[in-house]
């Protein structure tokens, strides 16, 4: 198989020049530098500097051909043995070397010697570049390295090279070299990186690189940040290294205790989350013995980690009917307990929109089952809660709310005291008036009984008056942590093509039938007693359960594409579900705006506002 593959590509040679190029997913140094960190394969130094002008060493090669080898790359540096006279069993690379030797991909010279400290060749680079992908020597005709040179060629490993034949390789070009290797099928005809990892399957059907699996298979962790957290890694971050919470870059200062860290000593990035939960924990699946989820404040968790699965068992720290505080990891699962008694405070409290009240089931510490009035939520962080309160009368849906933790372990709900704040919001979404918003913030608009998170970047540029703003907080460093909208965005309403208005009101009886398409769904509302304000077909809003139809405003567009609208010298926003229809002969039909673009039709866009205040163009008509 292996002569017969090969002879096809050496074969091939003559017309290769024919075809068009490979076309590589990652092509950017830093991308390169992260799949083989990631890898394992070639990383920096102690600094985390690639050093990428270096030439690079037989020991530094055969390292990293070890490393990139699929039985060999868990080798140690040093196995105690000295495989040449110049490499001592005390050398840094004796370990790689052995191995290097023992799986055929190196050998030594005739003298007995290895030479680590030689510059290797790029010729001496590619034959053992080839015998990872399983060829040997008796697979190329002629002499050395002529076939093999042929070889490198044909499979296109010379993509992005710089090094001639008989040059010394640099860390640049070997970088290179070995990233191709990844996307070169072996002689068996797959992908060597698919063979390198069989399980990630990182290389798709078309050669591209699917980094974002390497990296999450090249993370540890979970780990709970301490206020010495530095302390806990495995290295010591500097300039080369990289730091994010909640997915953006902050610098190491920022990471808070009880964060949840996962990191990569290859990658030298360390990722922490700052996502928390405490609430009454209510059940256990499918056993307190061994759990597996567990069920708090009305929400159910998958546990993540060991240490939590301990914690929330029967033999650890918590119980049925104790108040705990969760930290969820990077995927939302449960990554440790920080216990129960959490004192109060924003760790330990819960801010949003009470959605629904009812009768939920608990047990409490002793095992025993009882039911109580409990308020649903949906809280900043955009997700659902249900807490027991003494009596569920005492909230309506539509009613901003705390749940607090108390030293006690208590959870008690109880309205939250409006609290405004009004400025402009900086076209970076950094900042609201002079006070910047904290990186994890949360924000969330509100209408009625029904809730949205959005994020900053939704009101980057927006002005907000005091009359927006429900609620806010702020954290120990004084920035916003919490923010809660009064109908501000829009985001909340549906978008709609009004096609008739059936007027069939009598004396003092109002009686109006409203018919409105949203996407290809016609839907029919007879409004009893109330008349809204829309006086004629067209692009509507429609507020929360149709408690009202408002007409949005007309405007010719001349162009409209990423996220952006064009009329004359002024620009509109796009909403990011912008409907589009295409009208012809008095129906409406339901359009991708690439298509609408596209052609040569009339566009008018329909806003519900202006983007200072928050608006978005929600429906496009074409003509």
Do not use: C
Request: without cysteine; hydrophobic residues 35%.
């Amino acid at each position: 198989m292996k002569k017969r593959l090969l002879s096809g590509l050496l074969a091939a040679a003559l017309v290769i020049s024919m075809l068009p190029s490979a076309v590589l997913a990652i092509d950017t140094n830093d991308e390169k530098a992260t799949v083989l960190a990631a890898l394992d394969i070639m990383a920096g130094d102690e600094n985390g500097d690639l050093n990428l002008g270096q030439s690079v060493t037989r020991a530094e090669f055969s390292t990293m051909a070890v490393r990139a080898h699929t039985t060999g790359r868990y080798t140690s540096a040093s196995t105690g043995v000295s495989p040449y006279y110049d490499v001592p069993a005390s050398h840094w690379a004796s370990g790689y070397v052995a191995t290097a030797t023992q799986l055929g991909l190196v050998t030594g010279y005739l003298d007995g010697l290895f030479r680590p400290d030689q510059t290797i060749t790029l010729e001496e680079g590619v034959s053992i570049v080839l015998q990872l992908l399983g060829y040997s020597a008796s697979d190329f005709p002629g002499g050395w390295p002529a076939s093999q040179m042929t070889a490198y060629h044909t499979l296109g490993l010379d993509e992005g090279m710089t090094a001639a034949q008989g040059q010394p390789l640099t860390r640049r070009d070997t970088q290179q070299l070995f990233y191709n290797l990844l996307t070169t099928r072996d002689s068996s005809g797959s992908y060597y990186l698919n063979t390198l990892e069989p399980a990630l399957q990182a290389v798709d059907s078309n050669g591209r690189i699917n980094a974002l699996a390497l990296i999450n298979d090249a993370m540890e962790g979970p780990i709970v940040a301490t206020a010495q957290w530095q302390s806990q890694l495995p290295f010591t971050l500097n300039s080369n290294s990289t730091v994010y919470r909640n997915g953006t870059q902050v610098s190491a200062s920022a990471v808070q205790a009880q964060d949840v860290l996962y990191y990569s000593d290859s990658l030298r990035a360390v990722w922490a989350y700052s996502d928390k939960v405490t609430g009454t924990y209510s059940a256990a699946s499918p056993s307190l013995s061994a759990p597996t989820s567990v069920t708090v404040a009305g929400r159910t968790y998958t546990i993540g980690s060991t240490a939590a699965q301990l914690a929330l068992s029967d033999v650890g720290g918590a119980r049925l009917g104790s108040t705990v505080t969760l930290l969820l990891g990077r995927d939302g699962a449960v990554a440790a307990v920080a216990g129960s008694g959490t004192s109060a405070g924003s760790s330990a409290s819960v801010v949003g929109l009470v959605t629904a009240t009812g009768t939920g089931s608990y047990t409490d510490q002793n095992g025993n089952t009882y039911s109580s009035p409990t308020v649903t939520l949906t809280a900043t962080d955009g997700a659902s809660y249900t807490y027991p309160v003494s009596s569920a009368s005492s909230f309506d849906p539509g009613d901003l709310v705390q749940a607090v933790t108390n030293d006690s372990g208590q959870s008690t709900v109880r309205m939250v005291s409006t609290a405004s704040v009004s400025g402009r919001v900086s076209s970076d979404g950094a900042r609201l008036g002079n006070t910047p918003f904290a990186d994890d913030v949360q924000i969330l608009d509100t209408y009625e009984s029904t809730a949205l998170r959005i994020y900053p970047s939704r009101l980057a540029g927006a002005t907000l008056s005091s009359g927006d703003v429900r609620y806010y907080s702020t954290n120990a460093s004084g920035e916003i942590d919490r923010l809660v909208l009064d109908d501000y965005t829009g985001d909340l309403h549906r978008y709609a093509v009004l096609t008739n208005i059936q007027d069939l009101s009598f004396e003092m009886s109002i009686n109006v039938i409203y018919t409105y398409q949203i996407g290809d769904q016609t839907s029919v509302y007879t409004s009893s007693g109330v008349r809204y304000p829309v006086n004629s077909t067209g692009p509507v809003q429609i507020r929360g359960n149709i408690d009202g139809i408002y007409p949005l405003t007309s405007v010719k567009l001349d162009s409209a594409a990423d996220g952006t609208a064009l009329a004359g010298n002024q620009s509109y926003t796009l909403a990011d579900d912008v409907a589009v229809y295409f009208y012809e002969n008095g129906d409406y039909y339901a359009a991708d705006l690439s298509y609408v673009t596209s052609g040569d039709y009339s566009l008018t866009g329909y806003y519900d506002d202006t983007a200072a205040n928050g608006g978005r163009i929600r429906i496009i008509i074409a003509r």
